[in-house]
């Protein structure tokens, strides 16, 4: 290996394609967009899910579900998981998991369920604990913290407001 051959098919300033100079390049005359039509046209770019003109599929298949704006995505992590990704006397927590790869994916709360043995003396944090995961936890000298999660939302309740004081004498 040479000084120069440490770059050798890396273009950091590469040259910007010229189009419509003539037909020995290959791109002139039309520039490479072809006769007629919308996409000849400048700035026309076709939108994600443009089809060539026929009913796009996202229009041709129903709607279906519901999709809840406000809900919270609950991911559930059974205590044989625990077992298995974690040392005796650990402290887990929501963060630790997610950090860890333990609990994948987006999610808002973490709910620990009791499937498989546990062994281990853990101390776990989570949103929500099944019963089956609550008593295996603590059979195993372990503890259970239960975080807290967002307050509930409850239709047509009006925020506490701080009483304005009068400012007579």
Do not use: C, Y
């Amino acid at each position: 290996m040479r000084l120069n051959d440490i770059n050798k098919g890396v273009h950091k300033n590469r040259k910007r394609s010229r189009v419509g100079r003539g037909p020995g390049s290959g791109h002139g005359k039309t520039s490479g967009r072809g006769h007629k039509g919308q996409g000849q046209l400048a700035g026309w770019s076709a939108p994600s899910i443009f089809e060539g003109g026929r009913s796009p599929i996202i229009r041709r298949v129903p709607k279906r579900g519901f999709n809840n704006r406000h809900g919270r995505i609950v991911k559930s992590i059974n205590v044989a998981d625990l077992e298995t990704a974690f040392e005796s006397g650990a402290t887990i927590t929501p963060e630790l998991l997610r950090s860890s790869g333990v609990a994948k994916g987006i999610w808002h709360e973490l709910k620990v369920l009791g499937d498989g043995n546990l062994s281990k003396k853990l101390s776990v944090s989570a949103h929500r604990f099944s019963k089956q995961a609550r008593e295996k936890i603590i059979a195993a000298g372990g503890s259970v913290n239960e975080v807290p999660g967002p307050a509930a939302l409850v239709k047509g309740q009006k925020k506490a407001r701080d009483a304005k004081q009068s400012t007579s004498p």
